[in-house]
């Protein structure tokens, strides 16, 4: 299992080509305020993370993350009840 | 004191920014007389219409103007009622009644429109536990379906079988899944890949719900839309439909062979908490929906109206919404929302009327053109359209 280092790395890596305006990532990077991303940029982002860590992020669960920090640790919730 | 419609500021904005260059607002317009489902005044010009979503031309129909007019005497003007209290008429039940001949299926529910009956369907099905999976590019009230109720909602990229597959199979096997597709998506008027997708979804012990308003009437050997077409309507547990298209008239139903189907009548919110259809557009419904079974030379001449748009306008050199024509609606692409808007006034002062769709109702941030053929528009209108297009995309140098 990936620890949280790695899934912070991996998930900064993809933020990458949907990063128009070249915002520096940090923990704290909002993903609506920060880098200005529409809903269109959010579900084409959110299924290539999915795909990488082969988990779902419900549109429920979506609505409570707004930052990197948030949606790395979410992921390593989901990773870990995956098994 | 906080203005509460501040939030609304940037489209406000954008919509004067538009108006004060001189354009007719797209979104404005009256028509004064309609003659026709192909033809109206609007500005005191004859129009010929290409937007209207009037797929088999119902609405003049002799026999459903005199139904609905033999209802009006007969029932009155209106039911002032829920359809569970004192607004299930006698034709209410009719109009059910031939909605399940037409589809061949065990029940029927009539909502009164077309968005209730998504909004109903999807909210009440799909409780807090379980799992709504859905195409990305879903109508607007299949998402207000998800808002309304309360459960896990996963979104899959258009039309992609692999990613509607991989996300079911990452599902908890036991959980409740409803996945929703469209036969025809009404933008860019693309047919989903439902036998593929309908078999992945079962595969993963999923129940699917198909909201067929763009294919019904036309598509399919007995109208009853693209998973008939593709040979799995018998996979299908429930099929949404509207009568805003096809039909003719307003109002929205359910059909379905599952067993019990009928206790949706006392527990979907949007069908118990809202007055049912008035009594002359259920009759008009009902006589409509029996005459479409026997359609198939309209179908073929849709068809044809359909090939031919939409060869002439590739000819035309107009980049379109799908390489080859899969519905009656053909969606003409648009660089931006101003020469959108220039074109669609241009067009207008041809003499024809399309719809101009923008964001957020177009996926990929798209301005369409779109428009949607009607059955009895003649070899002679679908020329004149042409000429008309040619004439504005110079004009407004769309095309050279």
């Given at each position: 299992?990936?620890?949280?280092?790695?899934?912070?790395?991996?998930?900064?890596?993809?933020?990458?080509?949907?990063?128009?305006?070249?915002?520096?990532?940090?923990?704290?990077?909002?993903?609506?305020?920060?880098?200005?991303?529409?809903?269109?940029?959010?579900?084409?982002?959110?299924?290539?993370?999915?795909?990488?860590?082969?988990?779902?992020?419900?549109?429920?669960?979506?609505?409570?993350?707004?930052?990197?920090?948030?949606?790395?640790?979410?992921?390593?919730?989901?990773?870990?009840?995956?098994? | 004191?906080?203005?509460?419609?501040?939030?609304?500021?940037?489209?406000?904005?954008?919509?004067?920014?538009?108006?004060?260059?001189?354009?007719?607002?797209?979104?404005?317009?009256?028509?004064?007389?309609?003659?026709?489902?192909?033809?109206?005044?609007?500005?005191?010009?004859?129009?010929?219409?290409?937007?209207?979503?009037?797929?088999?031309?119902?609405?003049?129909?002799?026999?459903?103007?005199?139904?609905?007019?033999?209802?009006?005497?007969?029932?009155?003007?209106?039911?002032?009622?829920?359809?569970?209290?004192?607004?299930?008429?006698?034709?209410?039940?009719?109009?059910?009644?031939?909605?399940?001949?037409?589809?061949?299926?065990?029940?029927?529910?009539?909502?009164?429109?077309?968005?209730?009956?998504?909004?109903?369907?999807?909210?009440?099905?799909?409780?807090?536990?379980?799992?709504?999976?859905?195409?990305?590019?879903?109508?607007?009230?299949?998402?207000?379906?998800?808002?309304?109720?309360?459960?896990?909602?996963?979104?899959?990229?258009?039309?992609?079988?692999?990613?509607?597959?991989?996300?079911?199979?990452?599902?908890?096997?036991?959980?409740?899944?409803?996945?929703?597709?469209?036969?025809?998506?009404?933008?860019?008027?693309?047919?989903?890949?439902?036998?593929?997708?309908?078999?992945?979804?079962?595969?993963?012990?999923?129940?699917?719900?198909?909201?067929?308003?763009?294919?019904?009437?036309?598509?399919g050997e007995h109208g009853r839309g693209v998973a008939e077409a593709q040979g799995v309507i018998g996979d299908v547990d429930?099929?949404?439909?509207?009568?805003?298209?096809?039909?003719?008239?307003?109002?929205?139903?359910?059909?379905?062979?599952?067993?019990?189907?009928?206790?949706?009548?006392?527990?979907?919110?949007?069908?118990?908490?809202?007055?049912?259809?008035?009594?002359?557009?259920?009759?008009?419904?009902?006589?409509?929906?029996?005459?479409?079974?026997?359609?198939?030379?309209?179908?073929?001449?849709?068809?044809?109206?359909?090939?031919?748009?939409?060869?002439?306008?590739?000819?035309?050199?107009?980049?379109?919404?799908?390489?080859?024509?899969?519905?009656?609606?053909?969606?003409?692409?648009?660089?931006?929302?101003?020469?959108?808007?220039?074109?669609?006034?241009?067009?207008?002062?041809?003499?024809?009327?399309?719809?101009?769709?923008?964001?957020?109702?177009?996926?990929?941030?798209?301005?369409?053109?779109?428009?949607?053929?009607?059955?009895?528009?003649?070899?002679?209108?679908?020329?004149?359209?042409?000429?008309?297009?040619?004439?504005?995309?110079?004009?407004?140098?769309?095309?050279?």
């Amino acid at each position: 299992m990936p620890d949280r280092q790695e899934i912070y790395a991996k998930t900064v890596e993809m933020i990458e080509p949907f990063n128009k305006k070249g915002v520096a990532i940090t923990e704290a990077t909002r993903f609506a305020q920060d880098l200005e991303w529409d809903s269109l940029t959010v579900l084409d982002f959110v299924a290539n993370i999915e795909d990488e860590f082969d988990v779902i992020i419900t549109m429920n669960m979506q609505a409570e993350i707004e930052t990197v920090g948030q949606l790395v640790d979410a992921l390593q919730r989901l990773i870990a009840a995956r098994g | 004191m906080a203005d509460l419609f501040s939030k609304f500021d940037p489209l406000i904005q954008q919509r004067e920014a538009l108006l004060e260059t001189g354009l007719t607002d797209p979104f404005n317009l009256v028509m004064e007389r309609v003659e026709s489902p192909t033809v109206a005044i609007c500005n005191g010009k004859r129009t010929i219409l290409l937007g209207t979503y009037n797929y088999m031309g119902m609405t003049f129909d002799p026999d459903v103007v005199a139904a609905g007019k033999q209802a009006l005497d007969d029932f009155g003007s209106g039911t002032t009622g829920s359809r569970v209290l004192n607004g299930t008429y006698a034709g209410h039940k009719v109009c059910e009644e031939a909605l399940k001949d037409f589809y061949a299926m065990d029940h029927a529910m009539v909502f009164s429109t077309g968005y209730q009956a998504n909004l109903g369907l999807i909210s009440t099905i799909a409780g807090k536990d379980d799992y709504i999976i859905l195409d990305v590019d879903s109508h607007a009230s299949i998402y207000d379906g998800c808002a309304l109720g309360n459960a896990q909602i996963v979104p899959f990229r258009h039309n992609d079988i692999e990613a509607l597959d991989k996300r079911l199979k990452r599902l908890p096997p036991e959980a409740g899944k409803l996945v929703v597709l469209e036969g025809v998506y009404s933008m860019l008027g693309d047919v989903a890949p439902l036998k593929e997708m309908v078999a992945v979804s079962k595969a993963a012990g999923a129940m699917v719900l198909v909201d067929e308003a763009h294919s019904m009437g036309f598509i399919g050997e007995h109208g009853r839309g693209v998973a008939e077409a593709q040979g799995v309507i018998g996979d299908v547990d429930f099929i949404i439909g509207t009568f805003s298209k096809s039909v003719g008239t307003v109002g929205g139903f359910c059909v379905s062979n599952h067993p019990k189907f009928e206790i949706l009548r006392l527990v979907c919110r949007p069908y118990v908490f809202t007055a049912s259809l008035p009594p002359s557009v259920v009759a008009t419904a009902a006589t409509s929906i029996r005459k479409l079974m026997d359609s198939a030379d309209k179908r073929a001449h849709l068809w044809e109206n359909s090939k031919r748009l939409h060869a002439g306008l590739r000819q035309l050199g107009f980049a379109l919404g799908t390489d080859a024509p899969q519905s009656a609606i053909i969606a003409v692409i648009m660089p931006d929302l101003e020469t959108g808007a220039a074109m669609w006034e241009a067009l207008l002062n041809e003499g024809l009327y399309v719809n101009l769709a923008r964001p957020p109702a177009t996926p990929a941030g798209m301005t369409l053109l779109r428009c949607s053929l009607c059955a009895l528009h003649s070899e002679e209108q679908v020329g004149e359209i042409l000429g008309m297009f040619a004439a504005a995309g110079r004009a407004t140098g769309c095309i050279s």
